[in-house]
């Protein structure tokens, strides 16, 4: 069964967007996964279809209504459907590629794309939504943070990623950032490549790549290195 995503957005005209190019485009022309757009606006309130209000307290801005997005997503995704149920949103756990391969695993997935303030909580308590980051930073809107996370999980899909492009090695699948890659030309403005690459020696050439994963891991993040040796989740 493929992976099946539904967007609840205000902005549907930006999707598929970047996901419709290159691999993720190529896997839902093939149908390995589908991309559902819902315009959060067709449960607005009123003549003008009203999505918003002011914030409960007083303050800036605007909070989305939860009778409003509660309808959207109970359109969306009917009361038996397995896939969760997430909200892209700042105060989120952040996305990690442990929780990417976990989506990839299963169904698919139901996102809740906040704009302005954000939404109201008792919609994320009242329908169970699973709130999820994308980084300590403040985007517009829920859905460039929903890309990114629909572009990580497809490319764990069966069949998305060739045997050339596989993600076995790559930054976090085993707790470590990536070692250094290089390729042709074998000198660029005076700098060689590291020596031990072109010695056709595969057992030292493994060695070193862990290693400079080790070393660049350290240096840069070593707030992985807590969770490296442990099992990974898969
Ligand atoms: N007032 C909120 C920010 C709202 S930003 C706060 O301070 O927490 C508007 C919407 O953009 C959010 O509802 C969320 O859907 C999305 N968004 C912003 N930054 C994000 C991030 N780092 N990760 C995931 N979604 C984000």
Not at 76 to 95: F, I, K, T
Not at 176 to 187: A, D, H, I, N, V
Request: overall charge negative; proline content about 7%; aromatic content about 6%.
């Amino acid at each position: 069964m493929a992976f099946r995503a539904t967007l609840l957005t205000l902005y549907p005209e930006m999707f598929p967007g970047p996901l419709g190019v290159s691999l993720a485009g190529r896997a839902l022309d093939a149908g390995i996964w589908s991309l559902e757009t819902r315009n959060i606006r067709d449960h607005g309130i009123g003549p003008h279809r009203a999505v918003d209000d002011t914030p409960a307290g007083g303050g800036a801005g605007m909070v989305m209504r939860a009778d409003v997005c509660a309808a959207a997503i109970d359109a969306a995704a009917a009361a038996g459907d397995p896939r969760p149920r997430l909200l892209m949103s700042p105060r989120g756990a952040p996305l990690t590629q442990a929780r990417v391969r976990a989506l990839a695993a299963g169904p698919g997935a139901v996102i809740l794309c906040g704009r302005f303030e954000g939404v109201d909580e008792r919609v994320i308590e009242a329908r169970g939504l699973e709130e999820v980051s994308v980084g300590d930073y403040i985007l517009s809107g829920g859905e460039i943070a929903a890309m990114a996370l629909l572009d990580a999980v497809v490319r764990l899909l069966p069949g998305v990623m060739g045997a050339a492009e596989s993600g076995a090695e790559e930054s976090f699948e085993d707790g470590l950032l990536e070692y250094p890659q290089y390729t042709r030309p074998p000198e660029f403005e005076g700098r060689a490549i590291p020596e031990i690459l072109v010695s056709g020696h595969h057992g030292r050439i493994a060695a070193w790549r862990r290693a400079e994963a080790e070393r660049l891991t350290r240096e840069r993040r070593p707030d992985l290195l807590a969770g490296y040796g442990q099992p990974t989740v898969k």
